[in-house]
């Protein structure tokens, strides 16, 4: 496809998105940023036309009976309902060092990681940031409860966490569908795990027929952290989840963990990069699939470890049972390694 095409079919989307969201001037937002196509390596098996084609608008914030759509009701658990992109509903009994409040975010590296997670930013500025005090362990979970409805909609959301010097935090995500409509969820996480901390972020994906997911998660740990990911993806039309993860402390431990089952004619994208950028360091992806129809599943990892990340144990795994002659799975586990002394 010619770079003329490229660029109109950009435009034409970008104005849709201005119209029906009322943004600012999105072709200046994403200067430089193109939608990815296949040739781009890490986008070899995804395909973004189903997404750039469109012309998405918002949805609706106020939905009836929210608290119906919950798919997992944790007893004691800190609820958060949002819907359509908007906060719908926050528990008020907060745990003593839980801090939950709205951020209007000013514009940074995060915002140029590509042209997905710029639009996210232009198009809804202020994140939900959830936060543990130092020295705090958070015993109740956080459930954040995504409800998405609405022919054609899209719904921009974006969550901060940050783990204070040894605290813990758990933080739920579920993203599901109050119909069969159309819809494209967009959403960014980012993580600031301080030293001696923990934090673990489960999320669960069932946005159902004509549901479009992409995930774009940062994280970043002090020393002697440990963030946890796991991603469970249920059903979706086509679903992409991209990690960056890096390791910025001594004794760090970074786990990335995925589950998905598609069926039909599903398409589930696990992308991953992890950073070793110290000594004595541990990264651990486990990634398992199960490949239903003419479904398709795809693994895309790579760890790098800088040459000073002497003495770092990286794993990575990614396993898949391919149920019938029709379905696809694509994986391509990668380490780039600069250290002489490496697991």
Same mark, same amino acid.
């Not at 009994?93 to 990681?113: N, Q």
């Given at each position: +496809?010619?770079?003329?095409?490229?660029?109109? %079919?950009?435009? %034409?989307?970008?104005?849709?998105?201005?119209?029906?969201?009322? &943004?600012?001037?999105?072709?200046?937002?994403?200067? *430089?940023?193109?939608?990815?196509?296949?040739?781009?390596? %890490?986008?070899?098996? $995804?395909?973004?036309?189903?997404?750039?084609?469109? &012309?998405?608008? +918002? *949805? /609706?914030?106020?939905?009836?009976?929210?608290? #119906?759509?919950?798919?997992?009701?944790?007893?004691?658990?800190?609820?958060?309902?949002?819907?359509?992109?908007?906060? /719908?509903?926050? @528990?008020?009994?907060?745990?003593? *060092?839980? $801090?939950?409040?709205?951020?209007?975010?000013?514009? *940074?590296?995060?915002?140029?990681?590509?042209?997905?997670?710029?639009?996210?930013?232009?198009?809804?500025?202020? #994140?939900?940031?959830? #936060?543990? /005090?130092?020295?705090?362990?958070?015993?109740?979970?956080?459930?954040?409860?995504?409800?998405?409805?609405?022919? +054609?909609?899209?719904?921009?959301?974006?969550?901060?966490?940050?783990?204070?010097?040894?605290?813990?935090?758990?933080? +739920?995500? @579920?993203?599901? @569908?109050?119909?069969?409509?159309?819809?494209?969820?967009?959403?960014?996480?980012?993580?600031?795990?301080?030293?001696?901390? %923990?934090?673990?972020i489960s999320k669960w994906q069932a946005l159902g027929e004509n549901g479009y997911m992409m995930t774009h998660e940062f994280s970043q740990q002090g020393a002697d952290a440990t963030y946890t990911s796991n991603v469970v993806t249920k059903n979706g039309t086509w679903t992409r989840n991209d990690s960056w993860s890096d390791l910025n402390g001594k004794n760090g431990e970074c786990n990335l963990n995925g589950i998905y089952q598609p069926t039909g004619k599903e398409h589930v994208d696990n992308t991953t990069t992890v950073d070793h950028k110290v000594p004595h360091c541990e990264s651990n992806e486990l990634y398992k699939g199960v490949i239903y129809d003419a479904s398709t599943g795809v693994f895309n990892g790579k760890v790098y470890v800088r040459p000073d990340a002497q003495l770092t144990n990286a794993f990575q795994q990614n396993s898949n049972i391919v149920m019938t002659e029709n379905g696809t799975m694509n994986s391509k586990p990668e380490l780039e390694i600069y250290a002489d002394d490496v697991k």
């Open positions: +496809m010619s770079v003329a095409i490229l660029d109109e %079919k950009k435009e %034409k989307f970008l104005q849709a998105l201005e119209a029906n969201f009322g &943004a600012p001037d999105l072709l200046s937002v994403t200067e *430089g940023l193109e939608f990815p196509t296949r040739r781009a390596e %890490k986008w070899k098996y $995804t395909r973004v036309n189903a997404i750039s084609k469109e &012309a998405w608008q +918002m *949805g /609706a914030g106020v939905i009836d009976d929210v608290e #119906s759509y919950n798919p997992f009701p944790v007893r004691d658990a800190v609820s958060i309902y949002v819907v359509n992109g908007q906060v /719908a509903y926050i @528990s008020e009994d907060l745990p003593e *060092g839980l $801090t939950i409040e709205s951020e209007h975010d000013e514009e *940074g590296a995060l915002t140029r990681k590509n042209i997905f997670t710029a639009l996210n930013y232009a198009l809804n500025p202020v #994140s939900l940031k959830i #936060s543990a /005090a130092k020295n705090q362990i958070i015993d109740k979970p956080v459930h954040i409860i995504f409800v998405n409805s609405g022919e +054609m909609t899209s719904a921009q959301t974006r969550v901060k966490l940050v783990a204070e010097q040894s605290s813990f935090l758990h933080v +739920m995500e @579920s993203f599901v @569908s109050a119909d069969s409509a159309k819809k494209w969820v967009s959403h960014v996480n980012e993580s600031d795990v301080q030293a001696n901390a %923990k934090l673990t």
